[in-house]
T-cell receptor
Framework: DAKTTQPPSMDCAEGRAANLPCNHSTISGNEYVYWYRQIHSQGPQYIIH???NNETNEMASLIITEDRKSSTLILPHATLRDTAVYYC????????????FGTGTRLKVLA | GAVVSQHPSRVICKSGTSVKIECRSLDFQATTMFWYRQFPKQSLMLMATSNEGSKATYEQGVEKDKFLINHASLTLSTLTVTSAHPEDSSFYIC??????????????FGPGTRLLVL
């Protein structure tokens, strides 16, 4: 199973872009990268996922490097409600497609 | 779409009793559901994978006789913590994997159940 590495914490000013990096250097060619966030005492919320192309939705953008060994989640205009723990996950491609959670990045958006 | 519910949201029980937690996918069918536990300030740890109509697959170190999982339909999985003890106190979270469509294979998480064993 591919392992992900994320910085333990980051701060971001409200209204600015939050760029959250993730290293997944052992990712296999057909493994997807998923991003979730968890606000205190709630279940994780799906944000975005991708394979090798950059992806964008109403919540965020996902930039995956050409070698697929790292990715960056971008929240274009962070708000106080974006304060959460953000998890980058490489999904297992066989069997049950289970997730192995890493330690995540605790993002704090500052007013 | 893709809503997952859990019941109850909080439960307090006495040591030695059993507690059942339900996980439902409300607007999609889920052949596979997952159960996680999370201790304070820690990440989610996968406990088991629940497959509709078959036995659950447990992660290494998780006691299958302690944590009974039943996945009787495509929208419901249950986790029963048997003979609960204080060390079983934790935040239990389920997820359901969508089987088809644009969001195929993406997991959607429930809101979690906080268990406190006295």
């Amino acid at each position: 199973d591919a392992k992900t590495t994320q910085p333990p914490s980051m701060d971001c000013a409200e209204g600015r872009a939050a760029n959250l990096p993730c290293n997944h250097s052992t990712i296999s060619g057909n493994e997807y990268v998923y991003w979730y966030r968890q606000i205190h005492s709630q279940g994780p919320q799906y944000i975005i996922h991708g394979l090798k192309n950059n992806e964008t939705n109403e919540m965020a953008s996902l930039i995956i490097t050409e070698d697929r060994k790292s990715s960056t989640l971008i929240l274009p205009h962070a708000t106080l409600r974006d304060t959460a723990v953000y998890y980058c996950i490489v999904r297992v491609t066989s069997g049950t497609y289970k997730y192995i959670f890493g330690t995540g990045t605790r993002l704090k958006v500052l007013a | 779409g893709a809503v997952v519910s859990q019941h109850p949201s909080r439960v307090i029980c006495k040591s030695g009793t059993s507690v059942k937690i339900e996980c439902r996918s409300l607007d999609f069918q889920a052949t596979t559901m997952f159960w996680y536990r999370q201790f304070p300030k820690q990440s989610l740890m996968l406990m088991a994978t629940s497959n509709e109509g078959s036995k659950a697959t447990y992660e290494q170190g998780v006691e299958k006789d302690k944590f009974l999982i039943n996945h009787a339909s495509l929208t419901l999985s249950t986790l029963t913590v048997t003979s609960a003890h204080p060390e079983d106190s934790s935040f239990y979270i389920c997820s359901a994997r969508s089987d088809r469509g644009r969001w195929e294979e993406t997991q959607y998480f429930g809101p979690g159940t906080r268990l406190l064993v006295l």
